[in-house]
């Protein structure tokens, strides 16, 4: 078996940091749709934004999946309840990089409405269903916010690591 690498490979830092700016895009999106009037063309556009980005999201989350399958990763780094804290973290990441797209798409074909992606209409996986719906809102809200907590935690693990045990476990995903 070969060794551990030091530092991510280059195709998992690219799709780490792009799921970054993808989550933020679509959190971004549908906090700032909620501010405008309903039933206004702005609040269609960032329904739309949100939702064309929670679909890229479960697209890259399949590729980062394989990556994480294709490349090995480097070796955990601190105490033995860190590297449980960190994997935690990391697997409930990774459940929510689907979690959250799929209750988004099956919640909006519970509501009757089709789902597209760029041009394709996605099949419906789904009959319209006003208590599916309202159970499947609930639960994509309920991954929503759990981003927000869960994504808080892994930056203050990562910062927690360079700058007060100052081990540069931020230089592995450079």
């Not at 993808?22 to 906090?31: C, D, K, T, V």
């Not at 394989?66 to 409930?92: D, E």
């Not at 599916?132 to 639960?139: D, F, I, N, Q």
């Amino acid at each position: 078996m070969s060794p551990l690498p030091e530092r991510y490979a280059r195709p998992s830092v690219v799709l780490h940091w792009l799921m970054f700016l993808l989550f933020a895009g679509a959190l971004a999106a549908i906090e700032y749709k909620g501010t405008l009037p309903k039933g206004s063309a702005g609040r269609a556009l960032f329904t739309s934004i949100h939702m064309m980005l929670g679909q890229c999201i479960l697209l890259f989350g399949c590729v980062r999946v394989w990556a994480r399958w294709r490349y090995a990763a480097p070796a955990n780094i601190g105490t033995a309840w860190q590297i449980a804290s960190a994997k935690l973290v990391h697997w409930v990441l990774y459940a929510i990089m689907f979690a959250m797209p799929v209750s988004g798409i099956l919640f909006v074909q519970a509501a009757g409405k089709d789902v597209t992606f760029l041009t394709w209409t996605l099949p419906r996986l789904v009959a319209e269903n006003p208590d599916l719906k309202s159970t499947l809102k609930s639960a994509h809200e309920f991954v929503g916010n759990a981003v927000y907590f869960i994504a808080g935690l892994h930056i203050l693990g990562a910062l927690w690591h360079q700058f007060v045990q100052r081990d540069n476990l931020l230089t592995r995903m450079r």
